[in-house]
């Protein structure tokens, strides 16, 4: 049986949530990826954090990430986020750069507010041309923050997982 790990960044909680759903459905392990400097989860302070997502995505900024993430020995690694700025947060620059997934299948979920994915798995694919990507989850983030178990359900159906 292949082994399965879920990374996912998330600052609010939503794509945690639909992290967390895939790791219950596919029986894997769930891992955070934890920035050093963290974010204002506050969304009173959306604005603030929405500035500063544009300055690193502006600055080609990489934000450090504060744990160290094991992807030796899985095999299918789902990779989930938040859009900010119509692509993914900088910290997931950070995390292919740091990380290799040469023979891994990178299977991408993300959340949004109306930008589905952006074209983020396609970037996933070109940042990682070794892997193999497949068709991710773009999920609305109410849909996500409501329960996202139906649609991750149907989703995974449709890739054979």
Do not use: C
Not at 95 to 117: A, C, E, Q, V
């Amino acid at each position: 049986m292949k082994k399965n790990l879920v990374l996912y960044f998330s600052v609010y909680g939503t794509a945690k949530k639909v992290a967390e759903e895939i790791g219950r459905q596919t029986d894997a392990d769930v891992v955070e990826i934890i920035p050093a400097v963290p974010y204002d989860s506050n969304r009173d302070h959306y604005s603030a954090l929405a500035r500063l997502a544009k300055k690193e995505h502006d600055e080609d900024q990489r934000p450090a990430i504060k744990n160290e993430i094991v992807i030796d020995g899985y095999e299918n690694i789902f990779i989930g986020y938040p859009m900010w700025w119509y692509t993914f947060p900088m910290i997931l620059y950070t995390l292919f750069d740091r990380y290799d997934f040469s023979g891994k299948t990178i299977i991408p979920f993300n959340t949004h507010m109306g930008s589905g994915d952006g074209g983020t798995y396609s970037t996933i694919q070109k940042l990682e041309p070794d892997a193999k990507v497949l068709q991710g989850l773009p999920i609305e983030m109410n849909d996500a923050e409501t329960g996202a178990s139906t649609a991750v359900k149907n989703w995974l159906k449709s890739l054979n997982l």
